[in-house]
């Protein structure tokens, strides 16, 4: 039988031992992810105005976090993705070694100050959908993603544009110690920022070289998984070899640079997450599961409830902006140090079947030294999650201003403290189910 | 965390050899055929943002100038001074020197890599001053040929015999970004 070049579906990928594709995947259309459905008020009107109408009382925050800011000038992305989108350089860099060329593009990422670069393969289900015209909302980049199909399948974008580089940065671990607090959110918003700049400056750069380089086209945690960023775990997140869960996944370049793709990789999450279960049960709003896996759009995986994760933020808007509990109580999350990467390669190394074994042993370790939830007090730059969420004081050494507000009792210990939830937040859960 | 990874590294298995990349030349050296693959300029000609209406309850200047330091090298910036203007055209106290390291020199290397250094400073310099002008204070960067004599000023190190300044963390391998001119209540130092 006859087939028009480009249109046969490839065989599903290998995505590691953590997600495995068992059946028809329906590209996702990005119209239809939870932020683009909340600034259409899909998701009510708290969340709505949380979303478009609210300034953080935090300047860092209004700095920092997307649809926070009293002045959108002040926000570094809105400058850097709102750009005009330069040409594709006609003279074409000859690449006659992909090696040699994807060591550059990793090298010229890690020198723009990116943490983690891979290569994947592309697929046609990691891409999102293209939208039909009367529904093609234009991307924070502009597109609308019929323009960028140019009326091609999924099937014929992945062949003519084969490669997808995934670059983004780590969060700073000592600040992201005290999640749910002003000094967490700015571990990860500022990081964050700093991602977009470099995937900007990067696809810039792929121009100049001469060839393509789409955004806004594939889904950055399926490209992640096919190249080895990570392996998914029950919090819904990649898990990385050295930075563990607190990694950002923006949205990747696809291109048709001749590079060599990764390979997935073991780095034993899969064996880890049957058994820990801590962000489960740290989980503010129960989103994550306790359960097996389970068949989404044709993915088996762990599948978080992304609505009551979301839904939890406007009531936490005065403490914090970004939640990162599952990130934090991980124990995957730790320092970069010698020890985390012995333990991982420990892990990595055993053989499959002794490694539930090791998990309880490591997950016994880490209970004892790290506690069930950690409550590390974090100061900076005059934050200080010591202090109870609601009261104020300045705890600075050295500091002699006389501050306009009534002061509480000075911090006692070295406890940190999380802002408490307002709601009983099963209600959540309840109305959902 | 006296043991870092980082420490332990031996230092022959470098990952990055640049003599071993065909490209990386190209990468340093060859200027953008179209100015607009390069983020630089959109960064430097967004206007700017407004001044929160309502000032922040700020620490004494001794504590907000540390705090403003430690933000700049949070964000990226290897050295950082501040210094006091004498007269400054909009009547600006202070002004915020910071300073990246630089492999290449931004003003030779003019490929989008040799142009890193002005990047990482335009990142370290916008988001400072926007951070400023969210706490309820006036601050503006503007590119100005005065760079290195305010970065003597601000004691980030000292002018050789050509000009360049001289650092004592990193020689003459470093690159001077924007100037922020602010009415935060800071000292200098």
Known sequence: MAVTPGTETPAPPYLGRSVRIVGPVANVDMNQTPHPKNSRGELGKALFNWYRNTISRDPLTRVSAPNHFADQRNFLPSVVNQAPKGKVNSRQIPVSDPAAMTRHIKAVAHHMGADVVTVARAHPSFLYAASTPPSGARDVYQNRSGDV????????????????IVATTAWDYDKLQAHRHYIGDAAYHVSQMKAQLILKALEGYIKELGYAALRGMSNPQAAGLASGVGELGRNGLLIHRKFGARIHMPDPIMTDLPLVPDQPVDNGVEDFCKICR???I???????????KVVFNGVEKYKINWLTCYKVRPYMDAHWGSCLTCATVCPFTKPNVWWRSLTVWALSTCPITARPVLVRVLKAIDDR???ATRQTRVRWLGYDSGIKPGEQACTVAG??????????AEPVGNIGYYAPLKENTNRFVKRDA | MAWRSDGLKVPWRRTERRSDDPYWDFFINTPPADRANSILDVIRKAPEGNVFPTRADLHSPEVTASHVKEMARYLGADLVGITELDNDDAGHPFAIVCAVRAAD???????IGGQVPVQNGLFVTFVLSAWIRELGYRASTATSRDGTRLAVAAKLGTLDRTGLLV??????????????RTDLPLTAA
């Open chain 1, 149 to 164: 199909y140019q009326g091609r399948t999924p099937e014929q974008m992945a062949e003519r544009y084969p490669y997808i």
């Open chain 1, 278 to 280: 801590k962000c489960a």
């Open chain 1, 282 to 292: 740290n989980c503010p709003t129960n989103s994550v599961p306790f359960g097996d």
């Open chain 1, 369 to 371: 030294f790290w506690g």
């Open chain 1, 399 to 408: 500091c002699t201003a006389e501050h306009g507000t009534a002061h509480a």
């Open chain 2, 105 to 111: 020199d931004p003003r030779e290397a003019l490929g």
């Open chain 2, 167 to 180: 650092t004592a963390e990193y020689g003459t391998g470093v690159h001077v970004a924007d100037v922020i």
